[in-house]
């Protein structure tokens, strides 16, 4: 019962579920997260951070640069929840005006940024 507790505490915030409805479409890095909601490095860090504490996401080091992704799931319910929220979220107005900055942002971002030769690490 706790992990699912902690599952839906996680999701119970709109920002969490902003982020991920784009980590739903792969792997992003914190700039680009900070970038599509207009929010500093520290918010988006801390959500990150719970989200993560709840088995959400997973994080990666590269360099300089940290790089989050959804989790697979260790139960039927995470992944019921993340299946529901893949076909619910790009509906909502937020989502598809966040889904539009992220199109935005991938065409025109600097492939100097956030994307050098870093070893990676798992954290």
Known sequence: ?????????????????????????????????????????????????????????KGRRRGVWMYYR???????LHEKLLTILASWLPQTVEAKSDLKRLASLLRHKDSSSCQTNYPEKEL
Request: hydrophobic letters at 45%.
């Open 1 to 57: 019962m706790e992990s699912t507790t902690r599952i839906f505490k996680a999701l119970s915030e709109p920002i969490r579920l902003r982020i991920v409805n784009l980590l739903l479409r792969g792997e992003r890095c914190v700039c680009d997260l900070m970038e599509v909601l207009t929010m500093p490095q520290s918010t988006i860090s801390r959500h990150l951070a719970y989200m993560k504490n709840a088995g959400l996401v």
């Open 70 to 76: 959804l989790a697979v799931g260790n139960s039927g």
